[in-house]
């Protein structure tokens, strides 16, 4: 990576002021890059006893924890502890300036480095979209940290062949002129969007050149040949000796990962005996049916505490 330090972008606060239902305060930690020694602001929501086990929400692509307004106070209300950060290049975290300052690889270890630093530990890990790519290779990598999982509409492909909805996406993100964040967002969801929910899926990019994170982010997801499939294949050396709660609970209408749910039941062993459910919705389920992702987190969240 050389000596030279990233270039990196903050979104103004301004941009994030007066959001309709996202009461939550910002809480920041910041990590070093182990290559280049950057150091990065990560943002994250954290709501709920302090002391409580902790329900870790991870978003993906191109959304931020905003993505998860509807499920915050639910799951905090219930009593356990809900963290919910946004990766780097996404949401109120620092945004390195070029596609060549992020791989799969190095959002694994900026996450872990802010996992270690808040020392969080018996985590119900809730993911979606690429949420699941970096939070299933957090849990294999630190597995003690975590109790369970509630996995929605993602996964952890290690080179297979890439569905056709998803190579248009792929191609569309690397080559497109325009990158409308909050369209591309409203597109993925089955009820319509507002124009204040659009607008602040758009608030974290103030102009085209904090997009490199997002607009980089498909190109490393490993269906067909990739660099990160000797990784992927380590994590499921884990996950398939994982006895610990795995709940899948896919919707109904995502072209994306449609059928998904059938790689990890009956192949990682914690699948056994869980309810799985499909609920109801497009690729972003927390706007479509959050009531029904907060029932599956909660169920496997008190599978932990016994």
Known sequence: ???????????PDDRFAGLRDFPFAPHYAEITDCADST??????????PRDAPVVLMMHG?????????????????????????????????DKPALKSDYS??????????????????NITLACQDWGSLVGLRLLTEMPA???GVVLSNGGLPAGQEAPRAFAIWRAFSKWSP?????????????????EAEVAAYDAPFPNGSYKAGARIFPSFVPLGPNVAVPDQLKAWEILDRWEKPFLCCFSDRDPI????????????????????RTLSGGHFIQEDDPQGFVGCILEVAAQSER
Request: aromatic share 10%; net charge positive.
């Open 145 to 147: 940290r975590f109790n």
């Open 1 to 11: 990576m050389g000596g030279g330090h990233m270039d990196v972008l903050r979104t």
């Open 39 to 48: 150091k990065l602001r990560v943002h994250y929501i954290d709501e709920g």
């Open 178 to 194: 325009v990158f409308p964040i909050g369209k591309i967002i409203a597109k993925g969801t089955a009820r319509s969007l507002s």
């Open 257 to 276: 990962t449609r059928g998904g749910d059938a790689l990890f039941v009956g192949r990682v062993p914690g699948t056994a005996g869980q309810n799985h």
């Open 104 to 121: 799969y690889a190095r959002h694994v270890a900026w996450m872990r480095q802010w996992i270690e630093q808040l020392d969080l530990r």
């Open 61 to 93: 692509e191109p959304t931020w924890s905003y993505l998860y307004r509807h499920m915050i106070g639910p799951v905090a209300a219930s009593g356990l502890r809900v963290v919910a950060p946004d990766l780097i290049g996404f949401g109120r975290s």
